[in-house]
């Protein structure tokens, strides 16, 4: 069965500082996965995702996210924060039934 | 682009009531999601639909029934609402196959009173 963690609740960086926000997954199979956004008042959209080959993927915002399977993560990282970003940042792991399972969630919070 | 919409961004409904979820994709999916999001728990599926007149239960289906007789459409029942489903519910769509992301719609914030 697969599962998601994501380490932290809430995160808060300095405007300008690098974004990493942890995810750790438990699959049985070869993991697709995946990070969505969610801005106030509004449903998740797409960050980025990983499903075969290249194992750093680059997303939307300037957002990118490394698949490491010996340690069984994929954190996620922005070199710089915005005010834009934040938010609340969702992990997920595909299962093999079409479902998609997602971790509790890690709000961002962007210091001025 | 893909859109999923839902019938209303806020609800507020009475203990007891019938209560009913609208969402709507364009993109001739095959899978459609319900899912409730409460602060700290995360997204949990309530029920999906992997075709019309198709269901199958998520992990906390108690207390609500679904309805697909479309492929466009997939209604959440909330057949007696209670004060415990005061949430966030959230509509999504995807192809078959797994290896593809979920669209969601704008989400629906139900009050239950």
């Known amino acids: 069965a697969q599962s998601v963690t994501q380490l932290g609740s809430h995160v808060s960086v300095s405007e300008g500082a690098l974004v990493l926000l942890r995810c750790n997954y438990s699959s049985s199979v070869p993991p697709y996965l995946f990070w969505y956004v969610q801005y106030p008042n509004q449903g998740l959209q797409l960050l980025l995702k990983?499903?075969?080959?290249?194992?750093l993927v680059k997303g939307i915002n300037g957002f990118e996210a490394e698949f490491k399977k010996s340690e069984t993560s994929f954190h996620l990282t922005k070199p710089s924060a915005h005010m834009s970003d934040a938010a609340e940042y969702f992990c997920?792991?595909?299962?093999?039934?079409?479902?998609?399972?997602f971790g509790k969630g890690t709000r961002l919070h962007i210091l001025p | 682009d893909v859109k999923v919409t839902q019938s209303s961004r806020y609800l507020v409904k009475r203990t007891g009531e019938k209560v009913f979820l609208e969402c709507v994709q364009d993109?001739?999916?095959?899978?459609m999601f319900w899912y409730r999001q409460d602060p700290g728990l995360g997204l949990r599926l309530i029920y999906f639909s992997y075709d019309v007149k198709m269901k199958e239960k998520g992990d906390i289906p108690e207390g609500y029934s679904v309805s697909r007789e479309k492929k466009e459409r997939f209604s959440l029942i909330l057949e007696s609402a209670s004060t415990n489903q005061t949430s966030m519910y959230l509509c999504?769509?995807?192809?078959?196959?797994?290896?593809?992301?979920?669209?969601f719609g704008p989400g629906t914030r139900l009050t239950v009173t």
């Open positions: 999504a769509s995807a192809p078959k196959g797994g290896i593809y992301e979920q669209y």
């Open positions: 990983y499903t075969t080959g290249a194992t």
């Open positions: 993109m001739d999916h095959e899978n």
């Open positions: 997920a792991v595909s299962s093999r039934d079409d479902k998609i399972i």
